[in-house]
């Protein structure tokens, strides 16, 4: 065991310091309530038409309540992952190399170091103080995300960690923690099938007769070991292993003060305690990740039996609810190379080229496109979107599989795969027996859903789309950003290109026509006049072609 923690990889500090120095960051030094400002000002960035690269983290420092009480602790929402530079800063990394990283992370897992001294001890309040107003985790200026529909301040960008009774092996994941009282929260932990690891753990404590399931619950960790939480591992991987697969050396951690677990050394803040696993509490109503307000229902008390933190802690939140959204990023950036490496490697698949789970509205649950490479043979076009759909139970109910000509960020370009490449009697099927997953409806109550796989593929070639070409579209664009007109941002497909039912001889007549010199393409087109033939009758190149050689 060491004293002091030695590390290779960034704190919450370092990547807040990263993200400034890239230009990703926003200050935000006026007062701004927590209650009722601080979520909304954050969301216009993703109701208001800014690009996903237009996205920043925000940092708070001057923090009141709906009662004008001040705080002294900053707020950073968006910290993680506002968008997928934000991400790719926290994993220290290109973008493109993420998939990668995870891949090396998951297949070689570096166990934890334990340190006898941390940061997030530095301050630490225990015993019966925790219970009084101003202290425990009322100091935590926690922010309301959904004001007009939230009932609580909420942890949300939470690692909530506990352990197997039967094995001790940890679990780390991100659940929602509403505010009761000062030495109080309610826990939800997702009962799906499916669902969370701490859950488990939950009803092995239940099975052998406890009463309480020791929990930590941990705010502000260094990103390799965020970004752990919501990400999905098989039951029984130690988080903490694999985040130390990412860094490329142990994750310091250190022994909570009241309760048998493991925390990160640099944790910004760490609540101690119990869950109680004997009884239930009301929780919510909360704005939930699929997009919809989770109204209230029973979830799990935890008191609270220390609070622990940095001398100068930073919170994180996380802005959830309708996605697009910070936990939609971070859910997309980890679960799509996932999906991908499943069907290329797992199932063997060919022609697969990437696996994308449709982010705005949907979130990332309800709608799945896997594109394949042209002439990517039926068969396999049809295990894939079979293990697309049932890859993971929560995601997947509508499962569409395109060309990579098509733009799975454009709705307009999806419709347009299906209006046109699609035979709904050949090219569509639906499959019963689905759980409803993560959503408004909730599979406990017993009504299942169904799946909707779609070959939207091109079954055979295509006249090109019908846009200027490429090459004219970029000369005009240099004539627009001339004449100093309003800023362009390009909508997929924003020139047209070949699918296929094309030929050189056409090719050679639009070069023609664009060069100004349409007489002559008449001169050709009077040598090939055909007598008989009913208007209409397509032209066969290859033949006028032949015909011109003559």
Known sequence: MKDQPDRNYRDLHDHIDALEAAGLLNRIDRVIDKDAEMHPLVRWQYVGGLKEEDRKAFLFTNITDGKGRKYDIPVMVGGMAANRDVYATGMGCDLDAIAGKWAEAIANPIKPVEVSEAPCHEIVEEGSSLSEEGHGIDILPIPVSTPGFDSAPTLSATNVITADPEDGIQNMGTYRCALKAPDRMVVRMATRVGGAGGYQHYLKHQAAGDTEMPVAIVLGCPPYVAFMGPQKLPIGVDEFDVAGGLAGAPINVVRARTVPLMVPAEAEVVIEGYIDVTKVEPEGPFGE??????????????????VTRRRDAVIPSYISQVAPSESSVIKRVAYEPLFTHHLKSTLSIKGVKKVSLHEPLT????????????????????RALHGAAFFKGDCGKICIAVNDDIDVDSPDSILWAMAYRTNPVEDMQTIAH?????????EHDGEEDSTLLVDATMKSPMPPLALPGREYMERARAIWEEMDMPRLTPQSPWHGYSLGAWHEIWDAAAQRAAAGDYLENGRISLQLQVPGLKPESRVDPEESLRKLRK
């Open 363 to 382: 979130g990332l649950l309800r709608v799945t496109l896997v594109t394949v490479e042209p002439g990517t043979p039926r068969t396999e076009i049809w």
């Open 289 to 306: 990740s699929h997009g919809h307000v989770a109204l209230e229902e029973y979830n799990m008390p935890m008191r609270v039996t220390a």
């Open 434 to 442: 689905r759980g409803q997953g993560h959503g408004p409806k909730r």
